[in-house]
């Protein structure tokens, strides 16, 4: 799994193939319907699979919004935008804070100009919970439950030419992904030191084996002896899409008595 370093980059790489060769980007996203499960339930790389509001039709639509695109210029990396982008990230994700507004109920305005000036337009995407680069642009792209679709817009809008990403962890979600986009943008002569988490993102150990339509996993480990043998096992509580929960347990690990 990448490091959050590589995590950034990857996503400016993902949104780049976006806007330069949205055909290709839409032959990718297509691939990916078949997460897609029942109850609307999306099954994401290395995540906990989240209930979306439309469905694989969303899914759907920002594939024929991509083959309609023509290739339009990458976006240029802007440091003060990524420490902007960062920031944000560090700042929430350590408090479990959704939305554009800081802890200090800084907004995104507020935020760019700590760090420089901009020009002509800005735009924020947020994301939470991904560890695959891919997925979260292509979250962004389809844009599940907004009818306006203007994170889609932003990301294939010719007018913005800059951008600036930021990740990290997040307490609630697992991850927050950040993505500002400027017009222009031009950074302070000194710009503050923003760190970025150490340490690699790690995928849901269970979701390879996620339980269909399930939306969120509580684990209970127990310890058992049994004829002489040590025997820990997990009970897993399944929250489903509906609203029931199942539970499935199986044996984590064994042992002999010493």
Known sequence: MPTYAEFIQEIFHEVNQARTNPHEFADRLESTLSQY????AKHRPGAVPIVTREGVGAAKEAIQALRSSEPIQ???????????????????????????IGSKENTL???LEYFGRWSECIAEALDYGSVDAFETVSTFLIDDGLSTRPHRNALLNPRFNKV???????????????VVLAGGFKDKDELEQVEIAEGELKPVAEVDEWLDGAVKL?????T????????????????MADGTTQITESTLEQKEEA
């Open 37 to 40: 499960k029942s109850n609307n």
């Open 164 to 178: 600036g990403i930021g990740a990290a962890p997040h307490t609630e979600y697992k991850t927050v992904i950040s």
């Open 224 to 239: 058992e002896t049994e004829a002489g043998k040590t025997v820990k096992k997990v009970k897993k509580y399944w929250e």
């Open 109 to 111: 305005q507020d935020r």
């Open 218 to 222: 509580t684990c209970e480990v127990r």
């Open 74 to 100: 990458a976006l240029t990396w802007s440091e003060g935008l990524g420490r902007a982008s960062q920031a944000h990230c560090n700042d929430t994700g350590s408090l479990g804070i959704v939305g554009h």
